[in-house]
């Protein structure tokens, strides 16, 4: 467990000061924020740096979006440093994305050394923490299956529009028997979802049409508002009732690899999950010690790198698990219950906690011990 | 792990929801309270058979909390009386034991009177237990303390104070002894007005500190006692804090909230140096080492005397904890470096006990123990 708030200052800088001393660190503050002015810098007040590091862990890395937040850092914050050190490679940057495009990208442009931990499985651990502690998850060994899935889908405009893409299979293919919610109006974006298919027209040349038959919003029992529940496990009930957990994660376009919490949900709710992300999201999930459904149904979808392609064949598959009946699907709920409880117990118990901290020791260990003695016995002026 | 804010309306909600629908829930929120508008309740009014009221974080105090108690039981669960009214209401006797209060003190004569007074039936689990997992949750994974084996240890003790007036005067008895011994020269904090009772300590040293000269000893001390960094005495349960001074201080001086009489109730405090990797010792009732060595936890006996645990007599027990701290203060600078290392291996032992989840283990089969006499 980290503390996730505090992991910046309290785990990241403690540990650099006490083991690279003289490394100035960034990071973006609160947690979420992306913008110039929430940099957050923390500094040796007693030596000149003579590096820096960026955590920029939390967001997903859009070049042209944040591209004021990384010229402030490279250009004003550190600037200094780099003008101390002409020569030097200097700049670490950490991200949460595993093998990304838009961080190779991004580094080749400021000459920054990437590095990278899971910072969203921290955060799950800390916010989903002691669920298990409660009952107010049904043992799944008591689950009687109604529904084929659950899915909560709240910003949809944006980068998340891949969402919406999804969304139209489903609504297109009439799987709307199932806890499906959908605003009309992105509660991320501020924009009615009308405008936000434009851009989706010339691909799927009848989605307005598709999702004008839809009653929209989409609410789950009780709710209104599509509230946010990032940072908490919820819609109980209908867990306990659907064979898997539909995950739209934050991405799932381009080569790169960043999930977030969101993953977590059906797996400390006891489910089955189907994974709309990039490429290989299943495959790198894997890598941290969950298991996945390969047993109980096709997840060739993984495989397929484009994009529009694998929504598609995500969609066949909700449509294949849909047709089923109940007793079948109970009995593909019951076949799943050994990955279920597997993957709950490596969250639970600490096995994923520890390949989690040996990840991130193995990063800030990447870190050079490389301070040069010259710095301290003729500082500059 | 549980969510500790959560704990009623996550945990135990959600238990009593699945396993006891008929039964009250009655709690007390926000956390620290215990005045009667700060009761709230789960239940359905009529139809509930029976009732549990949580009153598991502050130690009960009769002449504080009857008011409490009274609306408890006369507002409440008023539904629940007369006994002809809850056979016509539930279609079923009343049961003939109507009530239960679950507290976070042990072996409590305030909990039996209660009990007595009320015709509850008590149970017990350690709440502070949980808070303490839940609020120093990751600081093993936070750089901030520094490792047992890398400390240079040149203060014999840490000793935080905030509330000392009130049922908290047994800190200014502690004090007392501490300044007359001139063990100053330690990290210790005291405040010049109490920033609860908000008397000034002249004030609480009349009406809590019996010894005739303790005007005189704290007047020689220029309060308020502030830890480096600090002012005015910040609350810091929920956080642990002071790690430059813990790391510099063979132990942590442990005020509990409760010091007198026969009951055991530990808070979060005694798990302070635990979380912090540091010996301790501890100013609380009688028997308060060996109740928390019954969860699993070691203490130091091996490398100083730690009778003072048994001594009953609340006064006497201040006096030979102070007695103890002078003859550690005595200590050289290589002593007191050979004595924190000589405790090293059961600072680690409680270090692991408490972040490894066997601690955890030991607070979950308990908490279910009491559920199910509920």
């Known amino acids: 467990m980290i503390r996730i708030d505090e992991i910046h200052e309290n785990t990241f800088f403690a540990w650099l000061s006490r083991h690279r001393y003289g490394i100035r660190s960034f990071h973006l503050h609160p947690i979420g924020a992306s913008k110039p002015e929430n940099i957050y810098c923390q500094g040796t007040e007693l030596a000149w740096e003579h590096n820096y590091i960026t955590f920029f862990d939390v967001e997903p890395i859009n070049l042209a979006k944040f591209r004021s937040t990384f010229d402030k850092i490279r250009y004003d914050l550190a600037q200094d440093i780099h003008i101390r050190r002409p020569h030097a490679e200097l700049g670490y940057f950490v991200t949460s994305e595993h093998d990304s495009e838009n961080v190779e990208q991004l580094c080749s442009i400021y000459g920054w050394q990437p590095l990278y931990y899971f910072f969203w499985g921290w955060a799950a651990l800390d916010w989903y923490r002691g669920y298990d502690h409660t009952f107010l998850i049904r043992p799944p060994e008591t689950r009687k299956i109604t529904h084929t899935f659950l899915a909560p889908n709240r910003i949809t405009g944006g980068a998340r529009s891949h969402r919406l893409q999804l969304l139209y299979y489903i609504f297109k293919r009439g799987l709307t028997d199932n806890y499906i919610s959908c605003p009309s109006t992105c509660p991320g974006e501020h924009e009615p979802i009308e405008i936000q298919l434009w851009p989706l027209e010339q691909q799927y040349p009848d989605i307005q049409a598709v999702f004008a038959q839809q009653n929209l919003p989409l609410n789950m029992p009780g709710e209104t508002g599509a509230p946010m529940h990032s940072c908490w496990l919820s819609l109980f009930r209908e867990a306990e009732t659907s064979l898997l957990y539909l995950v739209s994660e934050t991405i799932a376009t381009g080569r790169r690899h960043q999930l977030t919490e969101k993953i977590f949900k059906p797996i400390c709710l006891q489910m089955p999950f189907v ?26 979808y993984d495989d397929i790198a484009d ?43 600490g096995n994923f906690g520890t390949i989690l901290w040996q990840e991130l020791t193995g990063m800030l260990s990447q870190v050079a011990h490389d301070r040069p003695p010259a710095l301290d016995h003729n500082p500059p002026t | 792990m549980i969510r500790i804010d959560e704990i009623y309306t996550g945990t135990l909600g959600s238990w009593i929801q699945r396993r006891r629908p008929d039964l009250r829930l009655i709690y007390l929120d926000p956390f620290g309270a215990t005045d009667p508008a700060s009761l709230q309740v789960q239940g359905h009014i009529l139809q509930d058979k029976n009732y549990v009221l949580f009153f598991d974080q502050e130690p009960i105090q009769l002449d504080l909390h009857t008011a409490t108690f009274d609306r408890v039981q006369q507002e409440i669960t008023a539904d629940f009386a007369p006994e002809d009214w809850y056979m016509q209401t539930r279609g079923q006797a009343r049961p003939a034991q109507l009530g239960h209060i679950v507290t976070s003190e042990k072996n409590s004569a305030a909990v039996a009177a209660v009990c007595q007074q009320y015709g509850w039936q008590q149970h017990y689990y350690w709440f502070h237990g949980w808070a303490a997992l839940d609020w120093y949750r990751g600081y093993n994974r936070s750089g901030q303390i520094t490792p047992a084996n890398e400390r240079q240890i040149h203060r014999t003790f840490l000793m935080p104070n905030r509330i000392i007036g009130g049922r908290r005067s047994h800190r200014l008895r502690l004090l007392y002894w501490i300044f007359k011994y001139e063990l100053i020269r330690n990290y210790i904090s005291c405040p010049a007005i109490c920033p609860a009772e908000n008397k000034h300590i002249e004030m609480l040293l009349a009406e809590g500190v019996p010894m005739t000269d303790a005007a005189e000893v704290f007047g020689r001390v220029d309060l308020p006692l502030n830890m480096p960094g600090e002012q005015g005495h910040p609350m810091h349960s929920a956080q642990l804090s002071l790690f430059d001074q813990a790391a510099d201080s063979l132990l942590y001086v442990v005020t509990e909230t409760v010091a007198e009489g026969q009951r055991l109730h530990l808070t979060e405090k005694t798990f302070k140096p635990i979380c912090l990797q540091m010996p301790f010792v501890l100013l609380s009732t009688a028997g308060s080492l060996a109740y928390l060595r019954s969860y699993g936890f070691q203490t130091f006996a091996h490398v100083w005397d730690e009778t003072y645990d048994t001594i009953e007599d609340d006064d006497l027990r201040v006096k030979a904890i102070a007695d103890l701290l002078k003859q550690l203060d005595a200590t050289t600078a290589a002593e007191k470096q050979d004595l924190f290392d000589e405790c090293r291996a059961v600072v680690e032992h409680n270090y692991n006990h408490f972040y490894s989840g066997r601690f955890e283990e030991i607070l979950w089969q308990e908490f279910n123990t009491m559920l199910a006499g509920l």
């Open chain 1, 307 to 349: 994009d529009a392609d694998r929504v598609r064949a995500i969609a066949d598959l909700l449509t294949d698990l849909d047709r089923l009946t109940p007793a079948q699907k109970q009995d593909l709920y019951d076949q799943a219950q050994p990955i279920i409880e597997h993957n709950y117990d490596h969250f639970y118990r």
């Open chain 1, 275 to 300: 994974l709309h992300s990039t490429a290989g999201s299943l495959a790198y999930l894997r890598s941290y010690g969950f298991r996945t459904f390969d047993t109980l149904w096709d997840e060739t």
